[in-house]
């Protein structure tokens, strides 16, 4: 099992940054692309960024790009997520997913097994 914890929401004003962090811990061998989702009221989970944890290579949403830095410390298990210019639209709840995908890294919430808990940003207009 892969167990992950994430930190770091919160309210903050638009225009404003924000870093979550998540801290995995199990079986790491069980995973090689850490994402990050987001899910607001009444709205689908989407995928915002993605990492393999090999070799570093991240993917971004249209949505996210350039605003937002998905990096990771391996020595720690720990992924970060850089949120900076944060608009209303980015108010949701943020989970961390872990997985073993075979090919690139998606932003699919089907491929990814392990989840966190989640953690709430507030962005107020």
């Known amino acids: 099992q892969v167990q992950l914890v994430e930190s770091g929401g919160g309210a903050v004003p638009a225009g404003g940054s924000l870093r979550l962090s998540c801290a995995a811990s199990?079986?790491?061998?069980?995973?090689?692309?850490m994402g990050w989702f987001r899910q607001a009221p009444g709205k689908e989970r989407e995928g915002v960024a993605a990492?393999?944890?090999?070799?570093?290579?991240?993917y971004y949403s249209g949505s996210v790009k350039v605003r937002f830095t998905i990096s990771q410390d391996n020595a720690k298990n720990t992924v970060y997520l850089q949120m900076n210019s944060l608009k209303s639209e980015d108010t949701a709840t943020y989970y961390c997913?872990?997985?073993?995908?075979?090919?690139?890294?998606?932003?699919?919430?089907?491929?990814?097994?392990?989840w966190g808990q989640g953690t709430q940003v507030t962005v107020s207009s």
């Open positions: 997913a872990a997985g073993w995908l075979t090919g690139s890294c998606t932003l699919t919430s089907k491929d990814y097994a392990y």
């Open positions: 199990g079986d790491t061998w069980k995973r090689n692309c």
């Open positions: 990492i393999r944890t090999r070799g570093g290579t991240t």
